[in-house]
């Protein structure tokens, strides 16, 4: 027993060496590495890529598992070695019945879609990508039917990237969402408050717009002796171990609130990555546990903390001091409104945080009716342009702002949008949470001080990776299951106030 244990963790730590070194090299190519390397980065990619999946599907590691799940069954293991199996054997079980060559058949097509998808966002014409995307729901809702689901097709995908969650819950959750939202996004635009961005227009130097988001990003508690912020086109952030995590924002000239929102979205998920028990790397235990709860940490430091009252009645007077040019003459409350203008427009990316969800909502119905097939790939445009108008009343004048704006389904990531919503609920729920457990919360904020909330966040969700489902983990943390309460509660308080609505 103990042998066998042993050398599970033996290959798991030969796994995660490799899926670290990956990593670093993706790193490299987004932030660091020159054109030319191009090529030579992809043979690399691809030469360790599959060396990992030789490992992965090696029928001694396949066994070392079904042996550890069998302990567990048998309730042989401690609780942690327990979780571990258990963790193990679903990622396992998954990998196993999809075929080698179904495997290869859906790699050569997404990364051929990654280019297709650009061409045609470039020219605005969804018809040059039909084809591809065709190909690419044919094949996910055959690796729905080669994976199983009890429902809807829609579940097997969407376990990929929030494990245990059923599409009948997601559905639920979005549904009261969207009931909330859409009024409330009417009254928002029917409110007089004049909120707007107009006054913090101006110049913001790079360099000092660099100094002043990490200044932010060690404040609230990332480690830079465990990590890097550099620059990349799109902010992202990567770990390689909970001792190295790397994190990227941009920079406009134009505007300083791009830059902080990045660097503190990207820092959140930076600090859970930092905050898992580094003693459990390479097992389920050292990673995190869905892509809701990752993106709920981001979310919460971003929008909770990062454009909030308490946040910059510290961080505003540091700000006006760095850009007195734009800002000297700028009060506090000003800023803060402008920092957070509602303002429903084509570009989920850009979106804030009142239109946001509504972005998700429209995608996740129209890749669920994909998947369901009761949508076909030929009506998305139609199709999204007439929910974009039902959901947040635009109007799209091209694809290129529309149905083609997201790499995500050009990459097989059909299940990934409603994670991002998830986030946002999941972070209300955990910041109403600490904030019951931490009265003097925005008090400590104003001061500049992170590390109660940081301190919260890390006993109760950080060191536990994956040893709790999600759904365990929210009802552990708060008390309660998913409730959108807490989310419609913070929107309508804060946005209430701001847009001084009735
Ligand atoms: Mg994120």
Redesign the pocket.
């Known amino acids: 027993m103990a042998t066998s244990n042993s050398a599970l963790h033996q290959k798991l730590s030969d796994i995660a060496q490799l899926k670290s070194a990956l990593a670093v090299l993706m790193y490299d190519r987004e932030v660091f590495m020159p054109s030319k390397g191009s090529a030579p980065r992809a043979d690399m990619l691809s030469f360790l890529a599959g060396e990992l999946h030789e490992r992965v599907v090696a029928p001694d590691f396949i066994a070392l598992v079904g042996d550890a799940k069998a302990a567990a069954d048998a309730k042989r293991l401690p609780a942690d070695e327990s979780a571990i199996a258990r963790e193990l054997f679903r990622d396992v079980s998954r990998e196993r019945k999809l075929p080698v060559e179904f495997v290869r058949e859906l790699t050569h097509v997404t990364s051929e879609a990654y280019h297709v998808w650009m061409g045609a966002r470039k020219k605005k014409d969804f018809s040059a990508y039909a084809p591809t995307l065709e190909r690419i729901v044919a094949l996910k809702r055959r690796e729905a039917e080669l994976v199983g689901y009890k429902k809807t097709p829609y579940d097997a995908l969407l376990d990929v990237y929030e494990p245990y969650a059923t599409t009948g819950e997601i559905d639920a959750v979005l549904t009261d969402l969207r009931n909330f939202l859409v009024p409330f996004l009417a009254k928002i635009r029917a409110s007089r408050a004049g909120v707007s961005a107009a006054p913090i227009a101006g110049n913001y130097d790079v360099e000092k717009q660099k100094a002043f988001c990490a200044l932010i990003v060690r404040q609230i508690g990332f480690d830079f002796e465990a990590g890097r912020l550099d620059v990349s086109a799109h902010p992202f952030s990567t770990g390689f171990h909970p001792r190295d995590v790397r994190i990227t924002t941009r920079y406009n000239p134009k505007e300083v609130g791009e830059s902080i929102s990045g660097a503190i979205?990207?820092a959140g998920?930076a600090m859970y990555e930092q905050g898992l028990p580094a003693e459990r790397f390479g097992t389920p235990l050292g990673e995190a546990v869905s892509l809701g709860i990752?993106?709920s940490q981001?979310?919460m430091w971003e929008n909770m903390v990062g454009r909030s009252l308490p946040f910059w009645t510290y961080f505003y007077p540091l700000l006006q001091k760095e850009f007195p040019a734009p800002l000297v003459a700028v009060s506090l409350d000003v800023f803060y409104r402008a920092m957070n203008v509602v303002r429903p427009s084509l570009i989920r990316v850009e979106a804030d945080e009142v239109t946001y969800n509504l972005h998700v909502i429209l995608r996740f119905e129209i890749e669920r009716a994909l998947i369901e097939g009761s949508l076909g790939v030929a009506d998305l445009p139609r199709i999204w342009n007439a929910k974009m108008k039902e959901l947040l009343g635009v109007d799209v004048p091209d694809d290129g702002v529309g149905v083609l704006q997201d790499v995500h389904w050009s990459g097989g990531a059909i299940g990934y949008f409603p994670t991002y919503s998830l986030?946002n609920l999941y972070s209300a729920q955990f910041f109403a949470a600490a904030r019951r457990d931490l009265p003097d919360m925005d008090a400590q904020m104003a001061r500049g001080e992170f590390g109660g909330l940081l301190g919260w966040l890390r006993e109760k969700i950080h060191v536990h990776g994956r040893f709790y489902s999600a759904q365990e983990l929210v009802q552990r943390a708060t008390g309660e299951k998913l409730n959108i309460r807490h989310y419609a509660d913070y929107i309508s308080k804060k946005y209430g106030a701001i847009y001084e609505l009735p």
Do not use: Y
Request: charged share 40%; aromatic share 0%; proline share 0%.
């Open positions: 979205h990207e998920h990752h993106e981001s979310r986030g």
